[in-house]
């Protein structure tokens, strides 16, 4: 568990002899308190990654409208409602 966060579904797998070091979270929360510019660094990777999954969701969806869609442009059934930023 990484800051809270469970990642049992990532693993790797080694293709030739490797040695592994272990962090333990009490250790690593103390290095990103002793060192804050790698905090944000931390940070600024996981919006990076979180805009990224959003940009291919959206991808994927637009795709799938293209795809049923009869004509080169689609509709988005969305009401203005659901337009709306909270």
Do not use: H, W
């Amino acid at each position: 568990m990484l800051l809270g966060a469970r990642n049992e579904n990532l693993f790797g797998e080694a293709m030739q002899k490797t040695e592994v070091c272990l962090l333990k979270q009490e250790d690593f929360q103390k290095i990103l308190l002793q060192y804050p510019q790698l905090s944000l660094k931390l940070l600024e990777i996981s919006a990076q990654k979180m805009m990224e999954k959003v940009e291919n969701r959206l991808m994927t969806y637009l795709l799938d409208l293209y795809k049923t869609s009869e004509s080169r442009q689609v509709e988005i059934p969305m009401k203005m409602k659901e337009q709306e930023v909270k």
